[in-house]
């Protein structure tokens, strides 16, 4: 099987592995209504998988479970029990229940993510920004369709929602067969080491891509979870009336599946021009949509909407690009713990923002809240042209920094 045949299995195995954490985004609104969730409870229906995926991740990296069992296996096992407990939450008896399973969807995610990203560094050396890229598009889609569901289906289809994802998960797991094996350029599986998370975490150059992967992850989850709000109370401040049903919800799946278009120009384009480039330049733009998008707050639509897409491809244009750098940068053998890693780091980073952006909007109101956003990729920023002026870099994108 040719490794862009094998880049397909996978984007579409990861995108139906995937879609439990999809699914919550769609039916949230009706599960808020059903258990009787105030916003600091509806917050949690989000903020419960990524913790469950955070302790997923850091149990994942700790035990370097991606690195010595097979990252396809692993994928497969973990897509299987985010399908279980996503049927669970469909009939959970009480809220606290609902909320426990989908911390087990989260922590079961976490052996999906970053292990489908190992695979793909280990089909691919040239392009692999590109590949990477590609990947995590499909997954970009993938986040965008719940809200283009909240607009199509009814409410009371909540449980048929929750019960397709859970069948998603399985058939994503199966797909995952298809794959021969985890590619030609990965590494020998290591022996285990309580020393590798250690060992990760003392390379510079590792550390520093980190750095600025948590910055585009300040940024892109609390950007993706509250833009819905946040047009919903520009349009009421324009019209002094609440708009109409399902349109924030439409504008939200527009803004977030345009960043599929960014995830591929990233990757085309950090393969050419070099991955601390192209990262800081998405996030000095994103950032900056996140700085001036208050200025056409109760504005119409066509004059909103634009910048609002804009941000959608930016926001996540870089995101792949952060994982290409560091499977280039980590040990060879360690890549999956180190991805498993990073992205733990990134969604521990997205608990705290996507709690705090109503908690501001709240005092200073919803208008200049995003404004909150661009402390991310400011730091972001810097922590790759560090990058850049180091000597490791030239392991990035085949010497193109």
């Not at 509806?42 to 913790?51: E, F």
């Not at 979870?225 to 349009?235: G, K, P, Y």
């Not at 709690?355 to 972001?380: F, K, T």
Request: net charge positive; hydrophobic share 55%.
């Amino acid at each position: 099987m040719s490794a862009q045949r094998v880049l397909a299995v996978l984007a579409l195995a990861e995108l139906l592995a995937m879609a439990p954490w999809f699914s919550a985004s769609a039916v949230a609104p009706t599960l808020s209504r059903l258990w009787q969730l105030g916003p600091a409870g509806a917050a949690w229906l989000t903020i419960s998988v990524q913790l469950g995926f955070v302790v997923g991740a850091l149990v994942s990296a700790m035990l370097t479970l991606s690195d010595i069992w097979s990252a396809r296996r692993l994928v497969q096992a973990s897509a299987v029990v985010a399908g279980l407990a996503t049927l669970g939450v469909a009939i959970a008896p009480t809220r606290v229940v609902g909320i426990a399973l989908r911390l087990v969807t989260g922590a079961a995610l976490a052996g999906v993510y970053p292990p489908g990203m190992k695979i793909v560094a280990g089909w691919f050396r040239e392009g692999r920004g590109w590949a990477i890229g590609i990947m995590v598009g499909a997954l970009t889609l993938g986040s965008a369709l719940p809200h283009l569901a909240r607009w199509l289906v009814p409410a009371a289809l909540w449980r048929p929602v929750l019960g397709a994802a859970g069948l998603a998960a399985f058939a994503g797991s199966a797909l995952m067969a298809v794959v021969p094996h985890d590619g030609p350029f990965a590494a020998l599986a290591p022996n285990f080491s309580w020393n590798a998370v250690p060992r990760i975490l003392r390379e510079r150059a590792v550390t520093l891509a980190n750095l600025g992967y948590c910055g585009h992850m300040w940024e892109l989850y609390a950007m993706w979870t509250w833009i819905a709000v946040f047009v919903a109370e520009s349009e009421r401040a324009r019209t002094h009336t609440d708009p109409a049903a399902g349109l924030p919800a439409l504008v939200t799946f527009a803004v977030v599946g345009s960043g599929a278009i960014g995830c591929w120009l990233g990757g085309k384009y950090a393969d050419r021009l070099g991955r601390t480039l192209v990262t800081s330049g998405a996030m000095a733009l994103s950032g900056i949509c996140a700085l001036v998008v208050g200025m056409l707050f109760g504005r119409p639509l066509v004059v909103l909407l634009p910048l609002l897409l804009a941000w959608g491809v930016t926001v996540v244009a870089d995101s792949a690009q952060f994982s290409a750098s560091v499977s280039e940068l980590a040990p060879r053998e360690l890549v999956g713990t180190a991805l498993t890693l990073q992205t733990s780091l990134g969604f521990l980073l997205t608990c705290l923002t996507i709690y705090l952006l109503p908690w501001v909007a709240q005092r200073i109101g919803w208008r200049w809240s995003m404004s909150l956003l661009a402390l991310g990729p400011a730091g972001g920023v810097w922590a790759m042209l560090a990058l850049r002026r180091r000597p490791e870099a030239t392991a990035l994108a085949g010497g193109r920094r």
